[in-house]
T-cell receptor, first 111, second 114 residues
Framework: GQSLEQPSEVTAVEGAIVQINCTYQTSGFYGLSWYQQHDGGAPTFLSYNALDGLEETGRFSSFLSRSDSYGYLLLQELQMKDSASYFC????????????FGAGTRLFVKA | DTAVSQTPKYLVTQMGNDKSIKCEQNLGHDTMYWYKQDSKKFLKIMFSYNNKELIINETVPNRFSPKSPDKAHLNLHINSLELGDSAVYFCASSPDRENSYEQYFGPGTRLTVT
């Protein structure tokens, strides 16, 4: 089967750096996506890693290690508006492509 | 110029009723999805259609029946609603099934069953 694990909650201070980890277990792994969801809003796509290494998009970066079945989302220069839930999602192929979401990490940014 | 739209945004109904949620995307995508997000925010895939063809059908009660009249629309009909069906239902789309890693979500439909 497939499983993803990420912390349920993370708290950080405005201006700081925070890392949200995701470990996964799946067959036919293709890549790891990250999504952001504000309260009452819809999930929005942030990034996708298919290869090992770090992908940077502005203040957000995402990292993948396929050998460790592990990835993380790094948020720098935290702002209050970054308070949201962050989901990792595994893309795999078992007879067809499928994307499965983790349970999400609630990020609280304090002043 | 909304990319993925859903109606209604809120739905309050009684147990035993039948209801439908509609979804439309104007992105020209081939693949569409229905997700259920419960109170713990767990986002669970229910169905996926690619060019009107059902490609993912997770373990969902057969009271839930999706319908895709064309590749821009994916509707969800729910029969005999139960209390446990209360959740937020999201429709999403991706360019095709191979690019399912980047999905565009609708605003969600908050269903409350009383």
């Amino acid at each position: 089967g497939q499983s993803l694990e990420q912390p349920s909650e993370v708290t950080a201070v405005e201006g700081a750096i925070v890392q949200i980890n995701c470990t996964y277990q799946t067959s036919g792994f293709y890549g790891l996506s990250w999504y952001q969801q504000h309260d009452g809003g819809a999930p929005t796509f942030l990034s996708y890693n298919a290869l090992d290494g770090l992908e940077e998009t502005g203040r957000f970066s995402s990292f993948l290690s396929r050998s460790d079945s592990y990835g993380y989302l790094l948020l720098q220069e935290l702002q209050m508006k970054d308070s949201a839930s962050y989901f990792c999602a595994v893309r795999s192929y078992t007879g067809g492509f499928k994307t499965i979401f983790g349970a999400g990490t609630r990020l609280f940014v304090k002043a | 110029d909304t990319a993925v739209s859903q109606t209604p945004k809120y739905l309050v109904t009684q147990m035993g009723n039948d209801k439908s949620i509609k979804c439309e995307q104007n992105l020209g995508h081939d693949t569409m999805y229905w997700y259920k997000q419960d109170s713990k925010k767990f986002l669970k895939i229910m169905f996926s259609y690619n060019n009107k063809e059902l490609i993912i059908n997770e373990t969902v009660p057969n009271r839930f029946s999706p319908k895709s009249p064309d590749k821009a629309h994916l509707n969800l009909h729910i029969n005999s609603l139960e209390l446990g069906d209360s959740a937020v239902y999201f429709c999403a789309s991706s360019p095709d099934r191979e690019n399912s890693y980047e999905q565009y979500f609708g605003p969600g439909t908050r269903l409350t069953v009383t």
